[in-house]
């Protein structure tokens, strides 16, 4: 999936301009990447345009994931982005249902499986059938 597109669709989910879904976008995949496993986010950000690359800033020697549970993610994307709990959860929603959408369903299903269990009401939308389309 192409940069612009990510962003546009990103937008759309969280009824804001493109500029802030950036923005948005940014915090969610900055606080993936800590989360996840060195490894991992070299994998993800493989299958990603470059500017998204640059947002989850992989680092080969970094292996080792930041374990936090799902309010930790939605209080570090709500910081980065300066938004609420509400609208921090719903950034993650449509960054992770977007990010499905641009990877591979193997590389999705890998970086949804470091993710506890109370990190289903964000990740199952992403999952559920049809949630790919539009």
Not at 86 to 100: H, I, K
Not at 103 to 131: H, I, K, N, S
């Amino acid at each position: 999936m192409k940069y612009d597109i990510f962003v546009d669709k990103v937008a759309q989910r969280t009824g804001t301009s493109p500029e802030r879904a950036v923005e948005l976008t940014r915090a969610a995949l900055e606080t993936l990447a800590e989360r996840l496993t060195g490894g991992e986010v070299l994998d993800l950000a493989a299958q990603l345009p470059k500017p998204l690359q640059r947002m989850l800033k992989p680092h080969p020697a970094t292996e080792a994931a930041d374990r936090f549970g799902a309010a930790e993610f939605i209080a570090r994307v709500g910081h980065r982005a300066g938004i609420d709990g509400n609208a921090a959860r719903n950034t993650v929603r449509a960054v992770f249902t977007t990010l499905r959408e641009a990877v591979t369903g193997g590389e999705f299903e890998d970086v949804v499986v470091q993710m506890p269990r109370d990190y289903r009401d964000m990740v199952e939308p992403a999952l559920a059938p049809g949630a790919t389309r539009g």
